[in-house]
């Protein structure tokens, strides 16, 4: 018998799965033990640019190759640049020929880089909107145009705190998150008649190597437990989101902070 947290047969594209701290890699493994096929898309090329020291461009294939050892059904997309215009519908075409037509879609990829008021460029606002929010939109539109309205569908998708408090030294990418909790609301309405749910996550601040040393330990100093969040509790709320245990949420923005102070 299939429980209520079962992904037994569901077809779930992840983006921004591209380096092994990442939030993306932890929501493709929990969703392939929870019985999902995974289909995974990540930009590696600037995650190695952000000088994540974890970063290489073989990761995602090694990431499907280990989730194949241990039995589960796994495809690595071939890495590329979301801000690229028709890349976003193109890996909705590539995701459903592998295992069929997608009934999940978990949009965790984005683009930041530090852009405080007097430092932004127009090239960089819009490359912001580009990946974050454009790409986000027509991935969206090719998921709903794909999908098989009997059994409907998830879409997750992932903001920030800006609606909690300001994020004065990435100003760009604050809009453009914000622009994303407005499609989360919009999207839930307009594909309701398609059976389809649409929800977003704020993960709060979480430990993907971004931050080490005093900085590291200042923000962790910001929650009630003295500790970051982890990819892995992005993960699970993931998981629940696109389970039958959560059929009836929809339209809506998840804080999972962990009580985190600004």
């Known amino acids: 018998m299939k429980s209520n947290l079962s992904l037994k047969g569901n077809n779930i594209l992840i983006t921004g799965v591209s380096r092994p701290k990442g939030i993306g890699p932890a929501i493709v493994k929990k969703c392939a033990e929870a019985g999902a096929n995974v289909i995974m898309h990540g930009n590696a090329h600037y995650d190695a640019n952000m000088e994540y020291p974890d ?13 194949k050892a241990r039995n589960f059904n796994a495809k690595a997309l071939a890495p590329s640049d979301l801000s690229i215009p028709k890349e976003s519908e193109k890996l ?13 879609l978990v949009l965790n990829h984005a683009y930041s880089v530090h852009a405080p008021i007097f430092d932004w460029t127009e090239e960089e606002i819009n490359k912001h909107f580009m ?3 454009t790409a986000a939109m027509m991935m969206i539109q090719a998921f709903a145009k794909q999908i098989d309205k ?7 998708l992932f903001t920030s705190g800006q609606y909690l408090g300001p994020m004065v030294d990435e100003i760009a990418y604050a809009l453009s998150k914000e622009a994303i909790r407005a499609l989360t609301v919009q999207a839930a309405t307009a594909l309701s008649s398609h059976q389809i749910r649409v929800n ?8 993907t190597g971004y931050l080490t040393g005093e ?14 969040g982890t990819p892995d509790d992005a993960a699970r709320l993931v998981h629940f989101l696109h389970s039958d245990y959560a059929k009836w949420i929809t339209g809506q923005t998840i804080a999972s902070e962990g009580g985190f102070r600004r």
């Open 131 to 133: 990946v974050n929010v």
């Open 92 to 104: 909705i075409d590539q995701a459903q020929k592998i295992f069929g037509k997608l009934n999940g």
């Open 215 to 228: 900085a590291h330990q200042a923000v962790a100093n910001m929650f009630p437990s003295g500790s970051w």
């Open 200 to 207: 977003c996550i704020n993960p709060g601040p979480t430990d």
């Open 150 to 156: 009997e059994k409907g569908g998830v879409i997750t």
């Open 55 to 67: 970063a290489t461009k073989e990761y995602i294939y090694v990431l499907e190759e280990e989730l």
